[in-house]
């Protein structure tokens, strides 16, 4: 039983760039979550999905774009990468009342 | 609006002695709480659930909702129980958000 996975793991990229990190989770939740975590700023929602074919935003969502692709798999999308996006990012999902979020291995991200 | 706040950003406390984890929540509706364990760079894995009133590693949390607090308490603190803590709040409405504080990182002097 995988859990959540992520990949990549590692990624650097230059300023401009785009690009997708991957989530799929393996446990039958409908929720779905992405979160970015920067030292003293703790973990922050980016865009979070309460089930397959809906979306919305958290507290900052500026900058990215999300595709819940189906019930497993949560998408987010660098379309333009900025040096203020360096930082790790994780994925969570989560089910009904009660249970608690499940998160990935976390992608470091680092923008130059 | 829904928030958490952990109020301090480091907490040091010698082998042996107790130890509080403050944690506040800001919420109209019925709160679920958690607390979140995070080991050097390794992914955020959950400790305790307010829902369970559990005991795990020795830690328990008591969620008072008159204070809106969900503080984290251990009578005994150990060296392994260095680490990074966030408490959660999901939110029970439609969607399910989950928000988390900004942490309190945990060092146990020997």
């Known amino acids: 039983n995988a859990g959540v996975t992520q990949t990549p793991k590692f990624q650097v990229l230059k300023t401009g760039q785009s690009m997708t990190l991957q989530c799929a989770q393996d446990?039958?939740?409908?929720?779905m979550y992405w979160y970015r975590q920067d030292p003293g700023m703790g973990l922050r929602l980016i865009y979070y999905s309460a089930s397959e074919g809906t979306t919305d935003k958290g507290e900052v969502p500026n900058g990215y774009n999300v595709s819940r692709l189906n019930k497993r798999e949560f998408s987010l999308r660098l379309e333009s990468a900025a040096p203020s996006q360096t930082s790790v990012y994780f994925c969570?999902?989560?089910?009904?009342?009660?249970?608690?979020?499940?998160f990935g291995q976390g992608t470091r991200l680092t923008v130059v | 609006a829904q928030r958490v706040t952990q109020p301090e950003k480091l907490l040091s406390v010698f082998k042996g002695a107790p130890v509080e984890l403050k944690c506040n929540y800001s919420?109209?509706?019925?709160?679920?709480l958690f607390w979140y364990v995070q080991y050097s760079r390794q992914r955020l894995q959950l400790l305790l659930r307010h829902i369970s009133r559990e005991s795990i590693k020795g830690f328990t949390a008591d969620l008072n909702k008159g204070e809106t607090s969900f503080h984290l308490k251990k009578p005994f603190a150990q060296e392994e129980d260095s680490a990074m803590y966030y408490c959660a709040l999901k939110v029970r409405n439609r969607d399910d958000k989950i928000i988390f504080g900004k942490g309190t990182r945990l060092h146990i002097l020997p």
């Open positions: 919420y109209s509706g019925s709160p679920e």
């Open positions: 446990m039958n939740h409908n929720s």
């Open positions: 969570a999902s989560s089910g009904g009342i009660g249970t608690e979020a499940f």
